[in-house]
């Protein structure tokens, strides 16, 4: 019983971080996902939103009904789940613009600078303060200023 109770927090905690950042309030993955070197991954945060939603709600509703008929529901449910991730991914790639329109912020900052900027930025995020980040995850427009002195700064 402690044991799906810790599940449900956590699955609950994953669910909440998901959904800060498709509003916009936690920038440190998306911008994690500007590091990597080589062809440039698209971030959409929506996939994983679902997976952590649709994962609190089986491990909540396990935790009320018998485990036999839950666990035969959760088959119906991975399965889908789980071969819905290629088309995902594929469709990302197909129409990259409409999956970089969440978070906003993401969307400005792909429209105006490069994948060589992006990295900067993302490289650059890494070295502030942990209280600069929290003020620039909680107020984009601070965000985007200093965006802008990076983007000043690193100008050849």
Partial sequence: MYLLLALSFLTLMMTLRAFL????TYKD?????FEN????KIFS???SLTV?????VYISLFIYFQAGMMFAIGL???????SFREYFEDALYKYHTQFR?????????VQRTDREERRRIAYLWLRLPLQTRMIYNARSEY????VDLVLLSITR
């Fill in 21 to 24: 950042i498709v509003v916009g």
């Fill in 29 to 33: 993955p998306v911008l994690a996902s």
């Fill in 37 to 40: 070197y080589g062809e440039e």
């Fill in 45 to 47: 945060p929506i996939y």
């Fill in 52 to 56: 952590w939603a649709i994962a609190f």
């Fill in 76 to 82: 119906l449910i991975l399965v889908p789940i789980a």
């Fill in 101 to 109: 329109m969440l978070p906003r912020w993401y969307f400005e900052l």
């Fill in 143 to 146: 965000f985007h200023q200093w």
